[in-house]
């Protein structure tokens, strides 16, 4: 299967590397990207060669969030277009979180918004010193909606209301603080961090990783397809009320919006 905004590459050991490759766009999540990840996390999860995925990103930053031109597009679409721009993001992650394959996250750059999501859903994210992250979407009257559930999975309530709603910038310091990464290493030992996560996986077997990940998942907070719709509405909420339209207009124009000083 060929990708437009992504691509993969699997060694002889069997460990895939999925890179978000819209580094023009800071790798910000379009419509289809989202449906090349999730396309990609079926197609990984189904081959038996696939022992572990890495997540990783080429250029300058992981990702960047949401694609404003793409979220621009959902504040002109009808009320079904946009449900299923929102579908589509809370199923690409959903698959991603469901692969049955261990998920390490290579993070450097900038995490931002669905980016914070992604590392949300890595079973282990390592993070580059200097990158910064942000669940931003209140700066521009937008909610993370369908990211809320993984975020607080990860890094549990308390701590996600620290950063879930003031779209404060933070460092990767305190990503690990928050239990977003596990570890913060230079930008020179990001790779080596990567591997000494990836080595344990190709030494145990395959179906029982499989088969923990899963009952981890059983046993951690409740995303289910209820919990899932109602991020979705939530999201569609948002789209329809007044802020979004305004925010995203403003962030077009290079104007603040009537909420920042």
């Avoid at 766009?25 to 990984?44: E, G, P, V, W």
Wanted: hydrophobic share 50%; glycine share 8%.
């Amino acid at each position: 299967m060929s990708f437009d905004t992504i691509r993969i590459d699997t060694d002889a050991r069997g460990v895939a590397t999925l890179w978000l490759a819209r580094a023009d766009k800071h790798n910000a999540l379009s419509a289809r990207m989202l449906d090349d990840l999730t396309a990609a996390a079926r197609q990984l999860g189904a081959d038996n060669a696939v022992r572990v995925v890495v997540l990783a990103a080429e250029g300058k930053s992981f990702c960047a969030g949401g694609d404003l031109a793409w979220m621009r597009e959902q504040m002109d679409a009808d009320a079904a277009t946009r449900r299923a721009g929102a579908a589509a993001l809370a199923g690409m992650l959903n698959a991603m979180n469901e692969l049955p394959k261990p998920l390490i996250a290579r993070c450097h750059g900038n995490a931002f918004g669905g980016g914070v999501g992604m590392l949300s859903v890595s079973d282990v994210a390592i993070g580059a010193e200097g990158a910064k992250f942000g669940l931003t979407e209140t700066r521009l009257g937008l909610i993370p909606a369908t990211i809320g559930p993984y975020v607080v999975a990860r890094m549990g309530e308390a701590k996600a209301r620290r950063v879930f709603m003031s779209a404060r910038i933070f460092d990767a310091a305190e990503a690990r603080d928050l239990d977003l990464l596990a570890r913060v290493v230079a930008p020179d030992d990001l790779d080596a961090a990567v591997e000494a996560e990836v080595a344990p996986y190709l030494q145990v077997a395959p179906k029982a990783v499989a088969a923990a990940k899963s009952l981890a998942r059983a046993l951690g907070p409740r995303i289910d397809a209820q919990v899932i719709e109602m991020t979705i509405d939530r999201l569609v909420g948002v789209w329809e009320d007044d802020e979004a339209p305004h925010g995203i207009a403003a962030f077009f124009d290079k104007r603040p919006a009537r909420w920042q000083g």
